[in-house]
């Protein structure tokens, strides 16, 4: 009987344990809003300039870069500082004069879901582009 | 309600209270970004990005890493290597407490060096800006991640673009 009851109590608790696990595979149900927080556009056609200065400003936030793709736009770069930081930034055209970059990043085992960090590495990349465009080093 | 278990949930909440104040991701520039990326960058004078990144992958191999990675369409390398972290201070420190306390303390064992190296047309002078950067991850004896961290050692840095230079002059004369 009592057994019964400690099954009965403990089948809630291994049925969202399930839910769980597929979320963590699968991610939330928050695309557009993810999106949305993680993409900016930069009024330029010149793709490898933007990859290059999403390069500059993740070594500027102490990343050390560990993959990039100029023809895909890609960039991967990891920073270590007593927690695991993982970052990817794709660089892509969106219109004839505008390119669209997307970050997206973890903080040890989380994904980063909070608009204002990604926020703060737009307002970094716009300082960067800023630098270059400008010749200031 | 009982002393133990006032004194319990007092510890809980000292432990909820550490915990939110632990550090939170960021990309915010730090007042330091200018002086690491001075520390991390030269400039070479040379309108070969292509010869100056073959250098870069020349000393990286003198140095012992394992590239892992090239792009050179914006100037990027990545290597790593695995090498021992072992450190007599470390193991004389273990070995004291053990004496003293019998207590047996972790100590480092190896690491994992990561560095890439970005080269970037200077907007300023002529010539290519070559930026490195390093970090590593550290185990214990235990096989626990004891570190992990930026290396920020500005003489590592020195001896690094030192290697570099000689690099590019003796890739540039093809010895």
Redesign the interface.
């Known amino acids: 009987m009592n057994v019964r009851i400690l099954l009965l109590a403990l089948l809630p608790l291994l049925l969202t344990a399930c839910a769980g696990q597929d979320k963590r595979i699968l991610g939330g149900d928050n695309q557009v809003e993810l999106r949305n927080m993680q993409s900016r556009t930069f009024e330029t056609n010149d793709q490898n300039r933007v990859v290059r200065t999403v390069i500059a400003t993740m070594q500027d936030l102490s990343f050390v870069i560990s993959n990039a793709d100029a023809e895909l736009g890609t960039v991967s770069g990891m920073k270590l500082d007593g927690y695991n930081m993982k970052m990817t930034v794709t660089v892509r055209q969106k219109s004839e004069n505008q390119m669209l970059v997307r970050a997206n990043a973890q903080y040890n085992l989380k994904a980063i879901e909070d608009p204002a960090v990604y926020q703060d590495f737009f307002t970094a990349l716009e300082k960067a582009m800023f630098l270059t465009a400008n010749a200031v080093e | 309600m009982s002393k133990p278990i006032c004194l319990a949930l007092m510890a809980l909440a000292l432990l909820f209270a550490s915990g939110a104040g632990a550090?939170k991701?960021?990309?915010?520039?730090s007042t330091s970004?200018l002086e690491?990326?001075q520390q991390?960058t030269r400039l070479y004078e040379t309108e070969d990005e292509v010869a100056l990144l073959s250098a870069g992958i020349a000393v990286l191999q003198d140095m012992g890493y394992n590239i892992?990675?090239t792009?050179k369409?914006?100037?990027?390398i990545?290597a790593s290597k695995n090498v021992s972290a072992k450190s007599g201070k470390q193991i004389a420190a273990a070995i004291f407490v053990a004496v003293v306390t019998g207590v047996d303390i972790a100590t480092d064992k190896e690491q994992q060096i990561?560095?890439?190296l970005?080269t970037?047309r200077?907007?300023?002078r002529e010539g290519y800006?070559a930026?490195v950067?390093?970090?590593?991850?550290v185990w214990n004896d235990r096989g626990r991640v004891s570190r992990?961290?930026?290396i920020q050692t500005p003489e590592l840095y020195e001896e690094f673009f030192d290697k570099l230079s000689k690099s590019v002059f003796l890739e540039a004369n093809k010895i």
Do not use: H, M, Y
Request: hydrophobic letters at 35%; a negative charge; aromatic letters at 6%.
């Open positions: 550090a991701p960021t990309f915010e520039l970004t690491d990326r991390q892992v990675t792009e369409d914006v100037g990027l990545t990561n560095v890439s970005v970037n200077s907007q300023l800006l930026r950067t390093f970090q590593r991850i992990a961290e930026t």
